[in-house]
Every structure is written in C-alpha cells, then in structure tokens.
C-alpha cells in the first residue's frame, strides 16, 4: 500500500501505561478464510484481521466464487461467514489473482490452486513480484503440479494436473511453503510429508487438524495421511482468532524501553512457534509476564504484561531465529537501548521479506544514530544509544515503518515517518492503539 502517508512520533516523556488489544493474527487470519473456502458448510470466524495482506486473501476466495458475509464489528476485527464450496466447489477466476503484497496469500494459494480442474495466475504488486518463488514452485513441481514462474517470480502461472504424495525436506523453515505442500496434498490421496530444519510456524497443521484432516508433526516432519476411502473432505470452522503476537510485538517492546512503563495485551496468540521474541527479551533481562492462557481454534491466546527494564545484549541464533523471524526489526530497537551488543545470526531470510530487512533496517535506525553492523545473515547492534530524531522511511514495509515508529519514542527529538500507510498491512489502527497508552504519534495532517 504504497502512499504519502507521513507519521510523527515525539519523544515519550510519559510511561505507557494501560491495557490493549491487538488485532488478529494475520498468519492465522489468511489460513482460516481459505481453508473455510474449501470446507463443506459454513464457517464462522471471530476476530478475523481485516489488514491490507489478509484481505487480498479474501478478496482471491470471493473472485473464486466463495460467498463471505463480513460483520464489521470493529473497525480492526471483523467476524465471518464462510460458505464454504468444498474442495472441489472453486470457480474459474476471471483474471489473474491479485495477492497484493501478501507473500503468504500467493505462496498458499499456489499450493490450493495446483488442485484445481481450471488454470489460474497468481500476481501481486511490484514489491511481492520481487520475492523468490521457485521455494514454492519446485517442491509443488515434484507433487505434479503444473506451474511456471518466469525467472522464479511471480506472475505464477499454474494450469491442471494431476497431483500425487512427496516427501520433501524444506532447505530453508518456511511455513508458507510447509503450507502450500499441505494445502496441494488435500489434493492428492496420499501422504505428503514436509521436513522443516527448525520450528515454522504450524497454523496450518493445527487448523487442518480442527477441520478433521489427519495431521502429524513430529521429529520436524508435518505429514498430512493418505486420504480415507471416498477422499477428503473439510469441516467447517468455528473459532476466534487470537490477537497477533507479531503485532503486539510492538507495544511489547515500547514498554520495555519507555522507562516506568507498564501495560498489558489481552488475549494475545502464543503459539510457541511465534514467540521466540519473549524468550529473546527474556535472556535481556525484560519483564514481561504471561497469564490467563486459553485455547481457541486449536491455538493458546494470553494476556502478556510488560514492565519497563534494563536490558543488556544477547546473541540470537539458530531455532530461535525461526520463532522471532518477524520480530527482528522492532528487537533491533530493543538492542539500541541495551548495555553491550546484541547480535542476530542465521536469518539470512531477512533479506527476502517484504524488502531486505537486514539492509534497509539497519539504513534507516542509522538515522536515528544507532550503530549497527549488517551481516550476510544478520547484524549486529552495539548499543546503549541515545537515539535521535530525524526523517526516516518504512520502505512499503509495514514491520519496518512500525519498529521506526517504537525507536522514535525513545529518541531525542520528533522523528518522522515517511510511507507509514502501510503499517495497516498487518497491524490497522497501530497509532490508535499506541495511543490508548499514552504513545505520542500522529499522523501528518495533508497540507
Ligand atoms: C508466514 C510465514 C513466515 C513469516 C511471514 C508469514 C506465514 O514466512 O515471515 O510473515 O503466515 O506462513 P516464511 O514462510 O518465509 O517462514
């Protein structure tokens, strides 16, 4: 969502104080709207995040002839009607597909569109043109998919086949790949087993296992089981989503820095494949406390209460890097303030997210006169700093515009946010909810 969007940020002379939501789960959100799709009945789905990304996934289902009833409760959560048309139900689109920039939309319904009786396109923005592609197009090719992505990125064209069962070992942990195999697999009546060198996010394993399928996950291999006689068939859903714990990551790092903070997020996802930023935060020295847990659509929801700390310096690397991938930009303000370095190592993945995070991170927080070093595979931040004020841009990223807009309230002066639209890619009404905590943002009104 590319726009002139400009956002202030002041120093924050105040504790933030106070109790919040986040919106859903983005991850969970894109699963649970396509794989209702495919279900046979009606779902229902709570909470639902309506963000830039998951309604592009939305916007595909309905191109694809599914009927979605949206009570828009809440500006930022919606609930759902999902009439789902079966597996076999998907009408032939039109055009091509528009993921806009959801790398998880176009990589998941590659795996979905692989399936079907008709040929499809799968096409997104500029920015989502640019990410690799052949991760998802060849592990598909090898299940007898008949699918073509020039130079490996999108448009990808996808046309029927015949799919059949694989066994494949992931060489980087991807969920979304893990996911596209899986969700192609519902297409196969065998076993498709899916290797993952470190702990990827398992949504959709957990969603399929509440839909009936035959999911296993064990020793780092997610199998989905060869299909009963009569084939496969989907339950609908019934399920809210839990808030996301990428988008609490935000205040969750604000009140660690902003000194006498103290505020609480209710019922937060913690699913343990996303939150290796607590543990990360943890070995810092934060204070950060989990309560009230709950399980929803398969998935633990908390409250999760943060008080301010001093933090010193860690080196991450390894599993934990999978767990934390998303988390990176706004840890590495985290960092700033930290006595010693912090490094990040094994996350040369940062460098095809929604821009090279590894690269334009550490550009734009040396702005703000952080004093990081960029690594093939990571970086390192020397801290303690004391951050300044200055003109900074998000890059269409909306992780990267957030985590600026966190690094400006502990730094010296007014910092300003160019592109900051696309916040609301994952996380609608960040600044709304910053503000019920006493956060200093604004946006820049037009002249
Ligand atoms: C996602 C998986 C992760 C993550 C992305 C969302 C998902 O990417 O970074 O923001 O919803 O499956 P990878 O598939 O590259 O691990």
Redesign the pocket.
């Known amino acids: 969502m590319m726009s002139t969007s400009k956002l202030i940020v002041h120093t924050q002379n105040t504790p933030l104080r106070g109790t919040i939501t986040v919106p859903g789960d983005?991850?969970i959100s894109?699963?649970a709207v396509l794989l209702a799709s495919l279900a046979e009945g009606v779902s229902v789905i709570r909470n639902w995040l309506p963000a830039g990304d998951t309604l592009a996934t939305l916007e595909v289902m309905r191109t694809l002839g599914v009927h979605i009833d949206v009570d828009e409760r809440l500006p930022q959560a919606w609930d759902l009607r999902v009439e789902g048309r079966g597996l076999r139900g998907l009408r032939r689109p039109a055009g091509p597909l528009n993921c806009r920039n959801a790398?998880?939309a176009i990589?998941?319904l590659a795996g979905v569109m692989a399936g079907q009786s008709f040929p499809s396109v799968l096409d997104g923005s500029e920015q989502l043109r640019r990410r690799p592609m052949r991760r998802v197009t060849e592990p598909l090719q090898l299940m007898g998919a008949d699918i073509r992505a020039e130079e490996g990125h999108a448009p990808l064209y996808i046309r029927p086949s015949t799919l059949h069962g694989v066994s494949y070992s992931l060489p980087?942990?991807?969920?979304?790949?893990?996911?596209a195999l899986l969700l192609a697999g519902l297409y196969t009546g065998d076993a498709v087993r899916v290797f993952q060198p470190g702990p990827?996010?398992d949504?959709?394993e957990r969603l399929l296992m509440a839909m009936g399928a035959v999911v296993t996950m064990q020793a780092g291999w997610a199998t989905l089981s060869d299909a009963p006689l009569g084939g496969r068939r989907l339950l609908p859903l019934d399920m809210t989503v839990p808030g996301d714990f990428?988008s609490a990551a935000f205040p969750i790092v604000a009140a660690t820095i902003v000194p006498h903070s103290e505020i609480t997020i209710r019922g937060v996802g913690v699913n343990e494949t996303r939150t290796g930023l607590l543990h990360v935060l943890r070995q810092m020295g934060a204070n950060i406390a989990i309560s009230s847990q709950q399980v929803t659509g398969g998935e633990v929801a908390a409250d999760v209460s943060v008080g301010f700390a001093e933090l010193h310096g860690v080196d991450v690397d390894g599993p934990t890097v999978?767990r934390t991938?998303?988390e990176f930009p706004v840890w590495a303000v985290a960092a700033t303030q930290a006595v010693d370095h912090s490094t990040v190592r094994d996350a040369a993945?940062l460098r095809v997210?929604e821009v090279d995070r590894i690269a334009l991170l550490a550009q734009e927080l040396r702005r703000l006169g952080a004093n990081i070093d960029e690594h093939q595979d990571g970086f390192t931040v020397h801290g303690p700093t004391r951050l300044k004020g200055a003109s900074v841009e998000s890059h269409d990223d909306h992780r990267l515009g957030m985590a600026l807009a966190v690094a400006g309230l502990v730094a010296d002066e007014p910092t300003l946010i160019h592109d900051a639209a696309c916040m609301a890619d994952s996380f609608p009404g960040f600044v709304d909810t910053m503000a019920q905590l006493g956060a200093a943002m604004e946006w820049v009104k037009p002249a």
């Open positions: 983005k991850s894109h699963r790398g998880t990589r998941l980087v942990a991807s969920a979304q790949v893990k996911s990827a996010r949504h959709t990428s999978v991938i998303d993945e997210k």
